[in-house]
């Protein structure tokens, strides 16, 4: 990759907070949802090192809300929905994979009902409104769908609670994991949610006015300082750690719930009749052909992956590395890799033709990279 700017056009979005993320010396961004996404401020393993042990400030604004509302937004979100959303309580969110009619992803959201007649569907990657606005239309529902002014803002790392107790009140700390909760802010109440993408702790902020971007930032950073709040965005090296996964990166059009691992989201025995049921029953019949792994890989410190890079076995491809990175904690080169079934098990051997030469790799399973980390981290900290 070479070091050139993102040239700005209207086509490639600012959000609430981009003033403020530019002010604190962000030092890349990528594109996600048509709008701009911090990737670093200080550097990878700073940013990094810094979110395990303090709080930061995430824009992700680019987590853009598919609102579903009206007499049939349950019956639609069931719809689009792998997850059983027949019993979704108001208050509560779910991660939700959305599958195409032969069981391929098409987004990985968080799925959060606000009311009855009621959904937000906070998206990765990619345009779920088409999808749904297109089945709304075909099946003549009595819904309203669209991308509402909502910015979500991320406050993620262990200091995060105490920190926005300081902001919000005590009623913070009574949040449940994966619940939200309405707080009043400048005349406006905004759901907060305990939730984010990384396993440090933290908080996900709805606003639902773009006005009160600079404000609601500069509240929180006002009362940050204390706890030694930095901007920050999520972070590669972490989330490979934590098995959270990348629509686009990890998964995209070409893979099923099934193969990246999303099986308990997903029930095939229940009675909701999502889009793309019938396919996964099938593909568990027939047998599961490619799976996302771990990987763990020797060599000189990996970059991240921009090409794609094959795992081979023998000298045949068997997979693609489909994110990879240096963990300080895992002390070690780590990511996943979707590979054929044959090899996706603890202990397989596998050469990684990587962007920095031919290096060995293991296949383990995804949740074996986080157990190594914690037992590190305990060994040294
Ligand atoms: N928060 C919100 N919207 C989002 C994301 C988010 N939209 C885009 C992207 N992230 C969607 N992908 C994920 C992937 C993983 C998780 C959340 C969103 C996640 N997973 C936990 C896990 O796998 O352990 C917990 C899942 C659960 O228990 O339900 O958090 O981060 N608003």
């Known amino acids: 990759m070479s070091g050139a700017m993102l040239f700005p056009s209207r086509r490639l979005r600012a959000t609430p907070y981009t003033s403020r993320v530019t002010a604190l010396g962000v030092s890349g961004f990528t594109v996600y949802n048509h709008m701009l996404l911090p990737t670093t401020f200080e550097g990878l393993r700073e940013d990094y090192s810094h979110l395990k042990k303090y709080v930061q400030i995430w824009d992700v604004a680019v987590e853009r809300q598919v609102q579903i509302e009206g007499p049939d937004a349950h019956k639609l ?7 059983d959303l ?30 009855n007649d009621k959904y937000w569907f906070s998206i990765a990657d990619s345009d779920l409104l088409l999808w749904v606005q297109g089945i709304s ?19 993620q790392g262990p200091m995060s609670e105490d920190l926005l107790v300081d902001v919000f009140g005590e009623d913070i700390r009574n949040i449940k994991f994966f619940h939200f909760k309405a707080f009043p802010f400048k005349g406006r ?45 999520p972070n ?27 099986e308990k989201f997903i029930n095939l025995d229940g009675d909701s009749n999502f889009i793309g049921k019938q396919a996964l029953i ?51 080169n780590i990511g996943f890799t979707m590979i054929s079934a044959e090899h996706a098990h603890d202990g397989a051997k596998v050469i990684v033709e990587s962007a920095q ?25």
């Open 282 to 332: 099938d593909q568990l019949n027939v047998g599961i052909e490619k799976r996302l792994m771990g990987i763990e890989m020797d060599g000189v410190e990996m970059t991240p992956v921009a090409m794609p890079e094959a795992v081979m076995v023998d000298g045949q491809k068997v997979g693609t590395l489909t994110s990879a990175v240096y963990s300080p904690d895992y002390v070690g």
């Open 236 to 262: 590669l090296i972490e989330r490979i750690e934590s098995g959270l996964l990348s629509y686009g990166n990890d998964m995209n059009r070409e893979d099923t719930p099934l193969e990246i691992g999303l």
């Open 86 to 115: 027949s019993k979704a309580q108001i208050g509560r969110s779910y991660y939700a994979p959305v599958c195409d009619q032969n069981g391929k992803m098409i987004n990985d959201p968080v799925a959060l009902r606000l009311a």
């Open 357 to 381: 030469g031919f290096r060995n790799g293991v296949i383990c399973e995804v949740g074996t990279l986080l157990k190594r980390v914690k037992a590190n981290e305990a060994l040294y900290s």
């Open 77 to 83: 979100a069931c719809m689009i929905s792998a997850r």
């Open 189 to 233: 109440m905004l759901n907060i949610a305990r939730a984010g993408y990384s396993k440090q702790g933290g908080f996900e902020i709805y606003l639902d006015d773009s006005n009160l971007g600079g404000d609601l930032w500069d509240a929180i950073w006002g009362k940050g300082e204390k706890y030694n709040i930095r901007p920050g965005c």
């Open 137 to 155: 239309l075909g099946l003549d529902l009595d819904v309203d769908i669209c991308e509402p002014d909502v910015s979500p803002l991320a406050i």
